[in-house]
């Protein structure tokens, strides 16, 4: 995997003086550490076999007593991804409606997002993460269902990294879900999540930009 920018910093347990740890961790600490959203994808296809890879990999994400609530919509096709950036492209519009971005950082966030939009059906592949709300089967309470759907879209955004993709965590689809439903044709009896943007990125990635734990850690209470 190609990295540039700053350098990653892997927890102290990987420094060299901290004991011997397998190679195999190390390289999984670094996929997390460089899973970033890169907007910026060609248009050369996702093959069938990276676009399962994906999805077993959505699919190893835990859930309430392996109930697996979630399903997939890979979208491919020509006509769909065009008819999906048409349904989507409202989301300018919505956007201008959301608080001014404070930094620089979220600046960019946000027109790199509106770029990803204007050029949406160039994007190889839309994977959809879907799930159904029957957890515990006598009362099915919601927050089972995003506990498990948000652990798979998390796992197919670290699988996309380690396969050297990029898959791009959106909620683009509540600006117009009536129609993504439609278009999807998503029974009604399932929520849609999250919809991810997946390509070959046009540039490197670098490390995520995260707060220091010291800052978000609490030892024994709060």
């Given at each position: 995997?190609?990295?540039?920018?700053?350098?990653?910093?892997?927890?102290r347990?990987?420094?060299?003086?901290?004991?011997e740890?397998?190679?195999?961790?190390r390289?999984?600490f670094?996929?997390?550490?460089?899973?970033?959203?890169?907007?910026?994808?060609?248009?050369e296809?996702?093959?069938?076999?990276?676009?399962?890879?994906?999805?077993?990999?959505?699919?190893?994400?835990?859930?309430?007593e392996?109930?697996?609530?979630?399903?997939?919509?890979?979208?491919?096709?020509?006509?769909?991804?065009?008819?999906?950036?048409?349904a989507?492209?409202v989301?300018?519009?919505?956007?201008?409606?959301?608080?001014?971005?404070t930094?620089?950082?979220?600046?960019?966030t946000?027109?790199?997002?509106?770029?990803?939009?204007?050029?949406?059906?160039?994007?190889?592949?839309?994977?959809?993460?879907c799930?159904?709300?029957?957890?515990?089967?006598?009362?099915?309470?919601?927050?089972?269902?995003?506990?498990?759907v948000?652990?798979a879209?998390?796992n197919i955004?670290?699988?996309?990294r380690?396969?050297?993709?990029?898959?791009?965590?959106?909620?683009?689809?509540?600006?117009?879900?009536a129609?993504?439903?439609?278009?999807?044709?998503?029974?009604?009896e399932?929520?849609?999540?999250?919809m991810?943007?997946?390509?070959?990125?046009?540039?490197?990635?670098g490390?995520?930009?995260?707060?220091?734990?010291?800052?978000?850690?609490?030892?024994?209470?709060?």
């Amino acid at each position: 995997m190609t990295t540039a920018g700053p350098r990653l910093r892997l927890p102290r347990l990987f420094d060299a003086d901290a004991g011997e740890v397998p190679a195999s961790a190390r390289a999984v600490f670094e996929t997390l550490g460089t899973a970033r959203a890169i907007r910026e994808l060609r248009d050369e296809p996702v093959s069938p076999a990276h676009v399962e890879a994906l999805i077993w990999a959505g699919t190893r994400a835990s859930s309430a007593e392996n109930s697996q609530p979630w399903q997939f919509v890979a979208v491919t096709g020509v006509e769909q991804r065009r008819a999906i950036a048409q349904a989507l492209s409202v989301f300018p519009e919505l956007a201008r409606q959301l608080p001014a971005p404070t930094d620089a950082a979220a600046e960019r966030t946000r027109a790199a997002a509106l770029r990803l939009v204007d050029g949406l059906a160039d994007v190889p592949l839309l994977l959809f993460v879907c799930g159904r709300n029957d957890y515990p089967a006598m009362a099915p309470q919601e927050r089972y269902l995003w506990s498990a759907v948000f652990g798979a879209a998390q796992n197919i955004v670290v699988a996309a990294r380690a396969l050297g993709l990029s898959a791009v965590y959106t909620m683009l689809h509540v600006a117009n879900p009536a129609e993504i439903r439609r278009i999807l044709g998503v029974p009604p009896e399932y929520k849609i999540a999250t919809m991810l943007a997946v390509g070959w990125p046009a540039r490197p990635a670098g490390p995520v930009r995260r707060l220091p734990l010291e800052e978000v850690v609490h030892h024994d209470r709060w």
